[in-house]
């Protein structure tokens, strides 16, 4: 067993205020625009000066998650509309429901392969210990840089309501696919054809609705989700490299599209997966630390729950009942939308996902207008900075 002085700090010693003034200092960091181009070559300066060795890795995606609905409801709606012409559209019917399916439930889905891609990159910066092989460790300490779209779904209102209101419209696109059937059967006529209009006019309301606050008022400006994250990030990784732990690998992961569907991090986790040893890996995803309290998430997933309870979120448990943590952290859940980590769930690499969520179980001012940094509260960036080292020693002390 191996003991290790743990230095504790106030502030890190890069200036999280500092990165947080510059990544809001663009008007959004949208994935595979020019100014998510910016804030990349930004971030690369950070992690430069932090010593890591950097580099990029590079993807294709959609700019945003519009052209995922567009591609869902628009398939849909055009297969809906040729049921009486062929029989053959409800196979098209329920080729986009499954679709739908598993990129609501947060698996990968090819539509996010349908046109247009662009290319967006994750920013990485590593430093190696240079240890033996058969005895390093390695922590991905993760955050997304990419802002949302303006969301009218994600209003104070429909937030609470939007995982409810989506798994209504995926129980309904699995019903349209009976509905189909039915009338390209020609049973139940004419009323499984008005059931039919009726669901074509739902889920176009849907696509509107879930697309318009982009369309009136672009991105968000992003500044707790995430750009808070993405302090945190740096920020541990700057605590950990002070402690000189041996051979801990460090890597510091900053995603972009992640809000189209987490796109980075599953192109990061399917390239580097293989190489790891799951006994000696472990992550950290930080996302939305600019409001209400740290949170340690436990569940997540719409339809499907996606539990959070491998070693690492334990320790983090553990850590939360302590005199130093109880009062500054929780547990909880999100099912609205998902984190990055999800990936590293999927593939039983142990997985910290940390977030800021207040009373009601949300999070203030996301995918809104409001998200600038005058509204950001550094408290939950910093409890989680705390506890991302606190989680780290423990689990090196643990597997010493």
């Known amino acids: 067993m191996h003991h290790y002085t743990i230095h504790y700090k106030s502030e890190p010693v890069y200036s999280a205020s500092s990165l947080l003034q510059d990544l809001c200092r663009l008007p959004h960091r949208g994935a595979a625009t020019p100014q998510g181009t910016e ?6 300066s950070y992690l430069t000066e932090m010593g890591a060795e950097v580099r990029t890795e590079s993807f294709q995606t959609p700019r945003t998650y519009l052209t995922i609905v567009y591609w869902l409801i628009g398939g849909l709606l055009v297969s809906l509309a040729l049921i009486p012409v062929s029989g053959v559209a409800v196979g098209l019917v329920l080729y986009f429901t499954v679709m739908a399916w598993r990129y609501f439930n947060w698996n990968y889905s090819f539509i996010t392969r349908f046109p247009v891609q662009y290319t967006a990159s994750n920013v990485i910066g590593s430093w190696s210990s240079g240890g033996l092989k058969e005895n390093r460790r390695k922590v991905v300490l993760m955050a997304h840089y990419d802002t949302a779209p303006v969301s009218l779904l994600y209003s104070p209102r429909q937030q609470a309501n939007f995982r409810v209101s989506l798994i209504i419209s995926l129980w309904l696109m699995g019903f349209s696919v009976g509905i189909a059937a039915l009338e390209a059967l020609k049973v139940g006529l004419p009323y499984v054809q008005y059931v039919r209009y009726g669901l074509m006019v739902y889920f176009g309301i849907q696509a509107v609705m879930g697309t318009l606050g982009y369309w009136l008022q672009g991105y968000t400006n992003g500044a707790s989700d995430n750009a808070t994250g993405v302090a945190a990030a740096l920020a541990t990784a700057e605590r950990l490299k002070d402690v000189h732990l041996p051979d801990l690998d460090i890597e510091v992961v900053l995603t972009s599209a992640e809000e ?123 409890d989680a900075i705390d506890l991302a080292e606190a989680v780290v020693l423990k689990w090196i002390t643990n597997n010493g």
């Open 39 to 44: 804030a990349a070559r930004l971030l690369q």
């Open 260 to 382: 189209v569907g987490m796109i980075g991090a599953h192109s990061y986790v399917e390239t580097h997966k293989r190489t790891w040893k799951r006994t000696q890996t472990m992550a950290i995803n930080f996302d939305t630390l600019g409001a209400g309290k740290l949170t340690v998430i436990e569940q997540t997933g719409t339809v499907e729950r996606i539990r959070y309870d491998n070693t690492v979120t334990q320790l983090a448990r553990q850590l939360l009942v302590s005199d130093r943590f109880k009062d500054r952290a929780q547990v909880g859940r999100w099912h609205t939308a998902d984190f990055d980590s999800v990936w590293f769930v999927r593939n039983r690499i142990p997985v910290l996902a940390l977030c800021g969520l207040d009373d009601q179980g949300r999070m203030p001012r996301i995918h809104q207008p409001a998200d600038t940094l005058e509204q950001v509260e550094t408290r939950p960036m910093n």
